[in-house]
């Protein structure tokens, strides 16, 4: 399906599901677009535990966190990122601008001149490459649990090119 997709320049996100289940692994998930299918992708949320610890995202554009509060997935608070999660935060959220300016010159001129690149700078450098088959944005959740669904949904909208734009 990938290679198809790839084939015919079908602008994508990756949607890591399962976060939930037993052996839940988001880094290697993302370890294997690159491997496996060459893909320049990176996250642009990080999951607060895994299996039947999954209780949180990051969104790594607006730096958030988005905590769960009931199995279903239908109580979500807004919170400070944890200080145990800051680091490893900031530093995925390096990785994904110096993915995303890869593929713009502006935005790559601005994170060599170590500039502050805004959340709306970043979230239309995202979708211009995601648009333009460059860069995979990968989020996670579980959808049995409906726990990323909505912020899934919300990348769609926000990355993904309406139908007005497809050539």
Known sequence: VWRQAT??????????????????????????????LQANAAPIQLPIGAEDEFE????????????????LGTEIEEIEIPEDHLDRAEE??????EA?????????????????????????????ATTNVEFYPVLCGTAFKNKGVQLMLDAVIDYLPSPLDVK
């Open 7 to 36: 084939t015919y320049g079908v602008p994508r996100i990756v949607f890591v599901n399962k976060m939930d289940k037993l052996g839940a692994n988001f880094e290697y998930s993302v370890s294997t677009l690159h491997d496996r």
């Open 92 to 97: 995925a959220r390096a990785s994904l601008i």
């Open 100 to 128: 995303v300016a890869e593929t713009s010159d502006e935005l790559m001129e601005k994170y060599l001149g170590d500039e502050e690149i805004s959340v709306s700078e970043l979230k239309e450098a995202i979708r211009q």
């Open 56 to 71: 949180a995202i990051i969104d790594l554009v607006e730096m958030k966190c988005f905590k769960y509060t009931n199995d």
